[in-house]
């Protein structure tokens, strides 16, 4: 079994790799596309919308979270 201190080393090894930043570009990308609320024509739209945001920004901040995380609990 992986110790934390594993877990967020491997995670951070991970985000160093071209296909890791690769991926960052297309998600910012998508997320700049779904910044546009004038293209929504109703309230279901919204919340998908919505949805898919805050996924892609879950995503987005794995390095920094895991950075944070391993700052904390040196």
Do not use: Y
């Amino acid at each position: 079994m992986k110790t934390d201190e594993q877990f967020f080393n491997d995670r951070l090894t991970m985000c160093e790799t071209d296909g890791w930043k690769d991926l960052m570009e297309e998600l910012q990308e998508l997320t700049d596309s779904l910044q546009d609320v004038e293209s929504l024509s109703n309230m279901e739209d919204l919340f998908i919308t919505k949805g898919q945001l805050a996924t892609l920004r879950m995503v987005m901040t794995i390095e920094e979270t895991a950075r944070f995380t391993m700052e904390q609990s040196s």
